[in-house]
């Protein structure tokens, strides 16, 4: 029997798109809001015994999406789905890793919980802020990358001399798989967080000047940490053009006013989340290819090794 695909609202085009490659139509399902503002959820399908796929990415506004994604799963558990995994392409709150600060919620690790909670199974995630979200959850997760096919998408057009520019500390691992890839240098960018929408640079490691830059990053939310990035790289005397690559792309506040004054030639991410047309020069890389092999192989208990991100 062949899977059955449902999506919440987050990423309707992508769910479509994947529904079709893999060659089913969409399941349908009805979300409505009642009159005080509560979420209502009904799958109109039949889920008895199914092999479930629930397309939803935690994206802007992220509880929202979250909660769609919960009720979605707990409506097919009470309609005796045979086997549920949520396909969250964009993983929100996985940024809430750990305690900064005294008392802080830890709020990646409760979403895991009210992941598993929601009946959710297994997980299909894309580039995950940090990996180590993984041991937030106890059921089978498969963390996929986008990574080489981000980089496949800009080796045609690379310039040189080039260099690989991580815009933080935490970037570093993920710059250094696109340098293996790309076979280019990294140097890394030193940035501090001041807040939700504020960084500031304090130096680079690596040899910048005179190269082109391509800067890589797992998300940009606010744009904050690679208009910080640009800014020091031109001031460090980097050439053009300047690609900037990310897995999602939030684009969420100051983002497209903060990118547009940047001088940035390419700018590659993955249709993990769905934004509307921007004056920005974005390329969208689907994720469509890699979760379609990735839902065919889990329905056929088949291995993802090579799908999965290593870094
Ligand atoms: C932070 O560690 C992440 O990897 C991103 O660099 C960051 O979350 C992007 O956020 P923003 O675009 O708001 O600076």
Not at 3 to 12: F, H, R
Not at 57 to 84: I, V
Not at 102 to 126: M, W
Not at 175 to 186: E, F, I, S
């Amino acid at each position: 029997m062949q899977p059955l695909i449902l999506s919440g609202s987050a990423n309707l085009p992508l769910a479509e798109t994947i529904a079709t490659n893999i060659g089913v139509r969409l399941g349908k399902r009805e979300l409505c809001r009642f009159p005080d503002g509560e979420l209502h959820v009904e799958i109109q399908e039949n889920v008895r015994g199914r092999d479930v796929y629930l397309i939803q990415s935690t994206s802007p506004p992220a509880d929202e999406h979250l909660l769609e994604l919960l009720l979605l799963a707990d409506a097919c558990r009470r309609g005796d789905a045979g086997r549920l995994t949520a396909v969250i392409p964009y993983f929100g709150y996985a940024r809430q890793d750990r305690r900064a600060q005294g008392r802080e919620a830890v709020g990646g690790r409760l979403v895991a919980d009210l992941i598993e909670a929601g009946g959710l199974q297994r997980l299909i995630v894309v580039d995950l802020h940090t990996p180590a979200v993984e041991g937030f959850f106890t059921v089978p997760m498969a963390h996929l990358t986008a990574v080489p096919f981000l980089a496949d998408a800009i080796r045609p057009r690379l310039p040189a001399p080039a260099v690989i520019v991580a815009p933080d500390l935490g970037a570093v691992k993920l710059a250094g798989r696109y340098g293996t890839l790309l076979n280019l240098p990294v140097a890394i960018v030193h940035k501090t967080r001041l807040s939700g929408t504020e960084v500031t640079t304090s130096g680079i490691t690596g040899e910048v000047h005179g190269r082109a830059p391509i800067v890589v990053d797992d998300m940009i939310s606010t744009g904050g940490t690679i208009e910080a990035a640009v800014r020091a790289l031109l001031a460090a005397g980097c050439s053009s053009p300047v690609t900037v690559v990310a897995s999602h792309g939030l684009f969420v506040g100051p983002a497209v006013a903060r990118l547009r004054g940047l001088p940035i030639q390419q700018l590659l991410v993955t249709d993990s989340v769905t934004t509307p047309e921007l004056p920005l020069p974005i390329q969208l890389l689907s994720l469509c290819p890699l979760l379609v092999e990735a839902i065919a192989r889990l329905h056929d208990n088949r291995s993802l090794t090579d799908l999965v991100a290593r870094y």
